[in-house]
């Protein structure tokens, strides 16, 4: 088959490859669609040491079912699927409970690390076991249904906060992430909800999408800004959605004495925090990683339009075009959200 092959920082290859052998329990599903992510862009760069090469990336995809497995029972060949990017064991403690992202052998779709290499979705193939498949509606696209990862990771993070009245809401991000959590975090109850960027467009896309507030922080003190449209001391609940120290921080300080944080960037593996600002100020913060038990949940959510996905793609591009999508990410000099590559 033809992917696109990783093979070292900032270097790709549309290349032969051997199909991917299903399993007893995989599902063998045809790509017809698959999103490049901002961790994927990242780990193209080799710094962050969870994209080894050499790996066919891509964890956002959808597609039809070309085979299944001879144990396999909940598919059928030529249904359009889509599939969570966490491949966890189903077994273990952490899975029996639900809480499939901290499973003890999980693996990620696309993902290379010294612990695991699971080859992903930037193929005409991947194989997949049949407990992470959802099928998809009619009425959706495949280019929706390659957003449908990243919406269940926005729908974990609001989950991860305790919304038991109407709260006050900041998401520092305004990527993809960004964008869906502002979406997520307002059907949970979140209003008014301030999206906060450097990037004016995308901060236009994140008004489109139902921010109450935007804000610029190379424009204004954003922290000073978001105490003087609350009238308090912050927000009642923030979202981290970039992972730099600068961001997480001003994200900390501009949550509410008493509020909640959670982290979902993770750009950079060590970040400074005011610890005594933590405790003394009695913030719950919590950390959110991708999704467990959502996914089923993201479908619903873009099928009823209550999450809005559109605006997000901002380009369509075959896969044999995958390294000028990824050089185009990379240069970030265009209103990019997202790239979805077609095998």
Known sequence: MKALLYKGPRAFHFTDVPDPEPGPRDVLVRVKACGICGSDVHGATGETGRRLPPLIMGHEAAGIVED????????????????????????????RQGLYNRCDKRQVLGVSTPDFKRQGAMAEYVAVPEWIVEPLPESMTFMQAALLEPVSIAA??????AFDREETVAVMGAGTIGLLVLQTARLKGGTPVISIDIDDWRLQVATELGADLTLNPVQCDVVEEVRAEMKADGVDVSFEVVGLEETFQNTMAM???????????????????????????????????????????????????????????????????????????????????KIVLEP
């Open 156 to 161: 974990h993070a609001a989950n991860r906060a």
């Open 68 to 95: 299944v497995g001879a144990e396999v029972s909940s598919c059928q060949v030529g249904e359009r699927v889509c599939f969570d990017s966490t491949v966890y064991c189903n077994e273990c403690a952490a899975c």
């Open 255 to 337: 949550t509410r004495t008493g509020g909640q944080l959670v982290a979902i960037g993770n750009v950079r593996k060590l970040v400074e925090i005011n610890l005594q600002k933590l405790v003394s100020r009695e913030l719950t913060f919590r950390g959110s990683y991708a999704s467990a038990g959502e996914f089923g949940l993201s479908v619903e959510l873009v099928a009823s339009g209550q999450v809005n996905v559109e605006p997000l793609i901002s380009d369509v591009m075959p896969l044999s075009e995958g390294a000028r999508a990824f050089e185009r990410l990379h240069k970030a000099d265009e209103n990019l959200i």
